[in-house]
Protein backbone atom coordinates (compact mmCIF):
# COMPACT_ATOMS: atom_id res chain seq x y z
CA UNK A 1 0.00 0.00 0.00
CA UNK A 2 1.06 3.65 -0.72
CA UNK A 3 -0.64 6.82 -0.17
CA UNK A 4 -1.12 9.05 -2.55
CA UNK A 5 -2.17 12.85 -2.70
CA UNK A 6 -5.01 13.00 -5.33
CA UNK A 7 -5.16 16.78 -6.87
CA UNK A 8 -8.34 16.86 -8.08
CA UNK A 9 -10.74 19.30 -9.90
CA UNK A 10 -14.43 18.78 -10.12
CA UNK A 11 -18.15 20.73 -11.66
CA UNK A 12 -19.81 20.60 -8.83
CA UNK A 13 -23.77 21.15 -10.24
CA UNK A 14 -24.80 17.40 -10.43
CA UNK A 15 -22.81 16.01 -7.02
CA UNK A 16 -24.78 16.40 -3.61
CA UNK A 17 -21.38 17.89 -2.33
CA UNK A 18 -18.24 16.29 -1.89
CA UNK A 19 -18.46 14.32 1.14
CA UNK A 20 -19.88 10.68 0.94
CA UNK A 21 -23.65 10.36 1.66
CA UNK A 22 -25.65 7.63 1.50
CA UNK A 23 -27.51 6.90 -1.86
CA UNK A 24 -26.48 9.93 -2.98
CA UNK A 25 -23.95 10.77 -5.59
CA UNK A 26 -20.85 12.73 -4.19
CA UNK A 27 -17.34 13.36 -5.21
CA UNK A 28 -16.00 11.14 -2.58
CA UNK A 29 -17.99 7.95 -3.78
CA UNK A 30 -16.84 8.98 -6.92
CA UNK A 31 -13.44 9.25 -6.47
CA UNK A 32 -13.90 5.61 -4.53
CA UNK A 33 -15.46 3.84 -7.17
CA UNK A 34 -12.63 5.15 -9.37
CA UNK A 35 -10.00 3.96 -7.25
CA UNK A 36 -11.86 0.62 -6.77
CA UNK A 37 -12.06 -0.02 -10.88
CA UNK A 38 -8.25 0.24 -11.16
CA UNK A 39 -6.29 0.05 -7.98
CA UNK A 40 -9.03 -3.05 -6.41
CA UNK A 41 -8.29 -2.76 -2.86
CA UNK A 42 -7.37 0.71 -2.11
CA UNK A 43 -8.45 2.48 0.75
CA UNK A 44 -11.41 5.07 1.28
CA UNK A 45 -10.51 8.44 0.46
CA UNK A 46 -9.84 11.78 3.28
CA UNK A 47 -10.79 14.86 1.78
CA UNK A 48 -9.20 18.23 2.29
CA UNK A 49 -12.58 19.89 2.83
CA UNK A 50 -15.95 19.64 2.53
CA UNK A 51 -17.57 21.86 -0.21
CA UNK A 52 -21.40 22.13 -0.68
CA UNK A 53 -23.74 20.84 -2.88
CA UNK A 54 -23.16 22.64 -6.30
CA UNK A 55 -19.88 24.15 -5.31
CA UNK A 56 -16.97 23.61 -7.85
CA UNK A 57 -13.42 23.16 -7.45
CA UNK A 58 -10.32 22.78 -9.37
CA UNK A 59 -7.74 22.47 -6.59
CA UNK A 60 -9.45 19.64 -4.00
CA UNK A 61 -6.87 17.11 -2.69
CA UNK A 62 -7.85 13.78 -1.14
CA UNK A 63 -5.77 11.38 0.22
CA UNK A 64 -5.66 7.72 -0.12
CA UNK A 65 -3.93 3.84 0.61
CA UNK A 66 -3.27 2.85 -2.98
CA UNK A 67 -3.02 -0.60 -4.14
CA UNK A 68 -0.69 0.32 -6.81
CA UNK A 69 2.87 -0.50 -8.54
CA UNK A 70 2.99 2.20 -11.33
CA UNK A 71 3.96 5.56 -11.18
CA UNK A 72 1.95 7.89 -10.04
CA UNK A 73 1.11 9.58 -13.09
CA UNK A 74 -0.07 6.65 -14.54
CA UNK A 75 -2.06 6.08 -11.95
CA UNK A 76 -3.37 9.87 -12.74
CA UNK A 77 -3.90 8.62 -15.79
CA UNK A 78 -5.93 5.44 -15.20
CA UNK A 79 -8.50 7.90 -12.65
CA UNK A 80 -8.95 9.72 -15.81
CA UNK A 81 -9.52 7.28 -18.29
CA UNK A 82 -12.82 5.77 -15.43
CA UNK A 83 -14.09 9.20 -14.41
CA UNK A 84 -16.90 10.95 -15.06
CA UNK A 85 -17.25 14.15 -17.48
CA UNK A 86 -17.52 16.14 -14.04
CA UNK A 87 -14.08 14.87 -12.23
CA UNK A 88 -10.38 15.40 -13.16
CA UNK A 89 -7.54 14.01 -11.27
CA UNK A 90 -5.25 16.79 -11.99
CA UNK A 91 -2.00 15.47 -10.34
CA UNK A 92 -1.02 12.30 -7.97
CA UNK A 93 1.70 12.79 -5.43
CA UNK A 94 3.37 9.91 -3.61
CA UNK A 95 3.37 11.29 0.50
CA UNK A 96 4.28 9.67 3.98
CA UNK A 97 2.27 7.76 5.52
CA UNK A 98 1.49 10.36 8.09
CA UNK A 99 -0.11 12.46 5.63
CA UNK A 100 -3.32 13.65 6.60
CA UNK A 101 -5.17 15.60 3.83
CA UNK A 102 -7.32 17.47 6.12
CA UNK A 103 -5.39 17.79 9.37
CA UNK A 104 -2.18 19.27 7.80
CA UNK A 105 -4.09 21.51 5.26
CA UNK A 106 -2.16 25.17 6.51
CA UNK A 107 -4.28 27.00 4.59
CA UNK A 108 -7.38 27.06 1.22
CA UNK A 109 -7.97 29.02 -1.34
CA UNK A 110 -11.74 30.02 -2.37
CA UNK A 111 -12.60 32.30 -5.39
CA UNK A 112 -16.38 33.01 -5.78
CA UNK A 113 -17.09 34.74 -9.52
CA UNK A 114 -19.61 37.15 -10.62
CA UNK A 115 -20.94 38.76 -13.50
CA UNK A 116 -22.86 42.19 -14.40
CA UNK A 117 -24.77 41.95 -17.46
CA UNK A 118 -28.04 43.07 -18.53
CA UNK A 119 -28.35 39.17 -20.11
CA UNK A 120 -27.28 35.92 -18.53
CA UNK A 121 -23.72 34.65 -19.68
CA UNK A 122 -24.62 31.74 -22.32
CA UNK A 123 -21.77 29.36 -21.56
CA UNK A 124 -20.83 29.92 -17.95
CA UNK A 125 -24.13 30.66 -16.09
CA UNK A 126 -23.50 27.03 -14.04
CA UNK A 127 -20.48 28.83 -12.74
CA UNK A 128 -20.89 32.59 -11.73
CA UNK A 129 -23.76 34.34 -9.82
CA UNK A 130 -25.31 36.14 -12.58
CA UNK A 131 -26.81 40.19 -11.25
CA UNK A 132 -28.13 42.75 -13.32
CA UNK A 133 -26.77 45.74 -10.96
CA UNK A 134 -23.63 47.72 -11.23
CA UNK A 135 -21.08 47.06 -8.70
CA UNK A 136 -18.61 49.33 -6.72
CA UNK A 137 -15.56 47.51 -6.91
CA UNK A 138 -13.42 50.20 -4.56
CA UNK A 139 -15.97 49.81 -1.94
CA UNK A 140 -15.99 45.65 -2.16
CA UNK A 141 -12.30 46.06 -2.00
CA UNK A 142 -12.68 47.83 1.44
CA UNK A 143 -15.17 45.78 2.91
CA UNK A 144 -13.10 42.48 1.98
CA UNK A 145 -9.82 44.54 4.38
CA UNK A 146 -12.52 43.85 7.47
CA UNK A 147 -12.72 40.44 6.78
CA UNK A 148 -8.77 39.76 7.35
CA UNK A 149 -7.96 38.48 10.90
CA UNK A 150 -8.57 36.07 13.52
CA UNK A 151 -12.33 36.57 14.42
CA UNK A 152 -15.10 34.88 15.42
CA UNK A 153 -17.27 34.43 12.14
CA UNK A 154 -20.35 33.17 13.04
CA UNK A 155 -21.97 35.83 11.01
CA UNK A 156 -21.47 34.26 8.03
CA UNK A 157 -21.73 30.44 9.21
CA UNK A 158 -24.46 28.29 7.91
CA UNK A 159 -26.88 25.23 9.13
CA UNK A 160 -27.41 26.80 12.38
CA UNK A 161 -23.62 26.74 13.32
CA UNK A 162 -23.84 30.32 14.89
CA UNK A 163 -26.39 29.75 17.72
CA UNK A 164 -24.62 26.36 18.07
CA UNK A 165 -21.17 26.61 18.59
CA UNK A 166 -19.31 28.18 21.21
CA UNK A 167 -16.70 31.77 20.19
CA UNK A 168 -13.88 29.09 19.76
CA UNK A 169 -15.53 26.78 17.06
CA UNK A 170 -16.57 29.59 15.14
CA UNK A 171 -12.74 31.38 14.99
CA UNK A 172 -10.72 31.08 11.91
CA UNK A 173 -7.92 33.09 10.69
CA UNK A 174 -8.54 34.95 7.38
CA UNK A 175 -5.01 35.96 5.78
CA UNK A 176 -6.04 37.09 2.23
CA UNK A 177 -9.42 38.89 0.81
CA UNK A 178 -9.33 40.95 -2.18
CA UNK A 179 -11.95 41.46 -4.87
CA UNK A 180 -11.28 42.61 -8.92
CA UNK A 181 -13.23 42.87 -11.75
CA UNK A 182 -12.33 42.94 -15.66
CA UNK A 183 -14.71 44.57 -18.22
CA UNK A 184 -15.36 42.49 -21.48
CA UNK A 185 -17.62 42.78 -24.12
CA UNK A 186 -19.15 39.46 -25.23
CA UNK A 187 -19.84 37.99 -28.74
CA UNK A 188 -23.79 39.07 -28.38
CA UNK A 189 -22.27 42.91 -27.94
CA UNK A 190 -23.35 43.02 -24.59
CA UNK A 191 -20.43 44.31 -22.18
CA UNK A 192 -20.35 42.34 -19.08
CA UNK A 193 -18.22 43.05 -15.99
CA UNK A 194 -16.59 39.52 -14.11
CA UNK A 195 -16.02 40.24 -10.73
CA UNK A 196 -13.71 37.63 -8.31
CA UNK A 197 -13.81 37.47 -4.95
CA UNK A 198 -10.92 35.54 -3.14
CA UNK A 199 -10.47 34.44 0.11
CA UNK A 200 -7.56 32.59 1.76
CA UNK A 201 -8.09 31.14 5.58
CA UNK A 202 -6.80 28.71 7.50
CA UNK A 203 -10.08 26.82 7.80
CA UNK A 204 -13.95 27.59 6.69
CA UNK A 205 -16.94 27.16 8.99
CA UNK A 206 -20.05 26.00 6.81
CA UNK A 207 -21.67 28.42 4.28
CA UNK A 208 -19.19 30.74 5.36
CA UNK A 209 -17.43 31.88 1.81
CA UNK A 210 -20.88 32.35 0.47
CA UNK A 211 -21.72 34.37 3.41
CA UNK A 212 -18.68 36.57 3.09
CA UNK A 213 -19.98 36.92 -0.84
CA UNK A 214 -23.29 38.09 0.18
CA UNK A 215 -22.25 40.69 2.78
CA UNK A 216 -19.62 42.11 0.37
CA UNK A 217 -21.94 42.26 -2.54
CA UNK A 218 -24.25 44.23 0.11
CA UNK A 219 -21.59 46.74 0.30
CA UNK A 220 -20.38 46.67 -3.47
CA UNK A 221 -24.29 47.28 -4.72
CA UNK A 222 -24.70 50.64 -2.36
CA UNK A 223 -27.28 48.92 -0.20
CA UNK A 224 -24.95 48.98 3.08
CA UNK A 225 -21.60 51.33 4.29
CA UNK A 226 -18.24 49.42 4.57
CA UNK A 227 -18.22 49.83 7.82
CA UNK A 228 -21.63 47.44 8.24
CA UNK A 229 -19.32 44.44 7.47
CA UNK A 230 -17.60 45.18 10.78
CA UNK A 231 -21.17 45.02 12.80
CA UNK A 232 -22.19 41.85 11.78
CA UNK A 233 -18.65 40.70 12.46
CA UNK A 234 -19.35 41.72 16.04
CA UNK A 235 -23.24 40.49 16.04
CA UNK A 236 -21.27 36.58 15.70
CA UNK A 237 -25.40 35.76 14.62
CA UNK A 238 -26.26 34.55 11.54
CA UNK A 239 -29.45 35.79 11.54
CA UNK A 240 -28.10 39.29 10.90
CA UNK A 241 -27.09 38.66 7.22
CA UNK A 242 -30.30 37.09 5.63
CA UNK A 243 -29.51 34.79 2.24
CA UNK A 244 -26.01 33.29 1.57
CA UNK A 245 -24.67 33.63 -2.49
CA UNK A 246 -25.53 30.73 -4.08
CA UNK A 247 -23.38 27.52 -4.64
CA UNK A 248 -23.04 28.32 -8.02
CA UNK A 249 -20.56 30.66 -8.26
CA UNK A 250 -18.12 29.43 -5.36
CA UNK A 251 -15.11 27.29 -6.51
CA UNK A 252 -12.32 25.97 -3.68
CA UNK A 253 -8.88 26.74 -5.63
CA UNK A 254 -6.07 25.30 -3.71
CA UNK A 255 -4.84 23.60 -1.22
CA UNK A 256 -1.22 24.18 0.59
CA UNK A 257 1.00 22.26 3.16
CA UNK A 258 4.06 22.39 4.55
CA UNK A 259 7.16 20.67 3.65
CA UNK A 260 5.91 19.36 0.32
CA UNK A 261 4.60 20.42 -2.67
CA UNK A 262 2.28 22.66 -2.65
CA UNK A 263 -0.81 20.82 -3.18
CA UNK A 264 -2.51 23.36 -5.33
CA UNK A 265 -4.15 24.13 -8.65
CA UNK A 266 -1.92 24.23 -12.03
CA UNK A 267 -1.78 27.46 -13.11
Not at 59 to 72: F, I, N
Not at 111 to 133: F, G, K, S
Request: proline share 4%; glycine share 8%.
Amino acid sequence: MRRVAIIHGYDGTDFHGSQRQPGRRTVQSELERMLTMVAPGSSSVVMAGRTDRGVHAVGQVAAADVVWSGTPEALRDALNAVAPCDIVALRVLEVDDAFHSRFDAKWREYRYRLVVADTPPILERRYVWWRRNALDVRSAGEACTQLVGRRAFGTFAGLGKSRAASTEALTRTVSECEWWARIEERADGHIEAQHTFRIVANGFLPQMVRGMVAAVYEVARGARPVDWIEEIIAANDRRVLGEAAPPHGLVLWQVSYDGVIEYGRLE
